[in-house]
């Protein structure tokens, strides 16, 4: 990376579409030279340290509340679409604090109870075997589009009662809101579609949540609609937001974790071996995956009131970036952290966040992913990656590939 190419007055362009191809020897960098470090562009503090960013993540000084500013764009012509998304996903549970978030995680918990996911079990591999079935006999296949989408998206398409033939309407509105949400500064295009796909999303479960009350079924749907905790229930607008955020959150990470593990495996063909040889590794496997190349790249906190993190001051209301990534390669918490080793102990990774924020899917993103990578490795044999040439969507947000073709042999 040359300096010259950098915007004028930054030392580390984390902006440029080739970072995200290796970011690590920047974020090494910056870890030893600048743990805490304003970047002019993003006008955001960068926190690359783990116990920084465990710490601040965990912490109820810093909060996930952007006050409305979780897009941004320069163009005014967009500006009260702009507006109408932010103000939308401010109120997500996601983009809460206490006592909002609380009363929140409590009605939802209700519903998405640890049971949901284990029914889930049969179907899911149904699913993933359904997948493979379709490409086998063609000795090739894009991982991200025959398989790493799909799964998830039938997936949550059954936790949500939402009908097959609906789900490549959930899958784009869901892509488009997640473009806003990593684009820094975003294009009139961008805000353009984000508010499209929300409103059009908003409109489908606000219908789907209609027909659930009229007729109820035994489902995850029906489930929040009843749920109550001292005589408090979701609204209209928070069921429907919760079933949003169900969508957008299960769809990325789950598609990310499948393609980026498999990717790492086939990589390092002595660990792939080693997990073949014994698939009770495949627990480990998964964490070290969500450590090594996980789908959340970073989240972000905003200072509550002016505090410090070690000597730094972090005025209110300052943005600060917390690099899950760069956490999870910090040699003071994890020996060799650029090794992939899925037999990994003491693996405290970030990849699902910390604290009253930790991921509320993270028992059916695990399950999804165990069952997928089994399932990839027990049933397409002699699998090689097709390419060497990866292009990693370049967004702060999230962390994942944009296509993975893979051969390999025939079934007869």
């Not at 899911?124 to 086998?136: R, T």
């Not at 219908?207 to 489930?223: E, G, W």
């Not at 059916?364 to 990578?373: D, F, P």
Request: aromatic share 10%.
């Amino acid at each position: 990376m040359l300096t010259q190419d950098l915007p004028l007055g930054e030392k580390y362009d984390l902006l440029n579409p080739l970072f995200f191809t290796n970011p690590d020897p920047t974020l090494d960098q910056m870890r030893i030279a600048d743990p805490i470090y304003w970047h002019p562009q993003l006008e955001s503090w960068i926190l690359t340290r783990y116990v920084d960013v465990y710490n601040t993540i965990r912490e109820q000084r810093f909060s996930v509340d952007r006050g409305g500013q979780i897009g941004k764009s320069k163009f005014a012509s967009v500006q009260d679409k702009l507006k109408f998304c932010n103000e939308y996903f401010t109120k997500w549970m996601v983009f809460s604090d206490p006592p909002r978030h609380t009363r929140l995680r409590t009605l939802i918990g209700k519903a998405f109870t640890p049971q949901i996911s284990n029914s889930l079990n049969c179907f899911i591999q149904d699913c993933a075997d359904e997948l493979i079935d379709a490409v086998q006999d063609a000795g090739q296949m894009e991982v991200i589009q025959d398989f790493a989408i799909p799964l998830p998206a039938l997936v949550t398409a059954k936790l949500l009662g939402v009908p097959r033939e609906d789900i490549p309407a959930l899958k784009r509105w869901s892509s488009n809101m997640f473009t806003l949400f990593g684009a820094g500064w975003a294009s009139e295009a961008v805000v353009e579609t984000t508010y499209q796909s929300l409103v059009e999303s908003i409109g489908y479960f606000d219908n789907l949540i209609a027909q659930h009350r009229q007729h109820p079924v035994s489902d995850f749907i029906t489930k929040l609609i009843a749920a109550e905790d001292n005589g408090s229930v979701l609204s209209e607008e928070e069921l429907t937001s919760t079933c949003i955020t169900f969508m957008a959150g299960a769809y990325e990470t789950t598609t990310y974790l499948i393609s980026n593990g498999l990717l790492a495996l086939l990589q390092h063909p002595d660990q792939l071996q080693m997990l073949l040889e014994n698939p009770s590794l495949i627990d480990s496997t998964v964490e070290e995956v969500f450590r090594y190349w996980g789908p959340a790249f970073s989240v972000v906190r905003c200072a509550i009131a002016d505090t410090y993190i070690n000597d730094q001051l972090i005025s209110q209301g300052q943005k600060i970036y917390c690099l899950l990534h760069a956490a999870n390669h910090d040699p003071a918490q994890f020996p060799n952290p650029d090794q992939f080793d899925i037999t990994r102990k003491e693996n405290r990774h970030l990849g699902l966040g910390q604290g009253i924020h930790f991921c509320l899917g993270a028992a059916l993103t695990r399950l999804e992913a165990k069952i997928a990578l089994n399932t990839l490795l027990e049933r397409l044999s002699n699998i090689q990656l097709a390419t060497n040439q990866f292009h990693w969507i370049p967004n702060l947000a999230m962390r994942g590939l944009e296509s993975l073709p893979v051969t390999f042999s025939r079934h007869h």
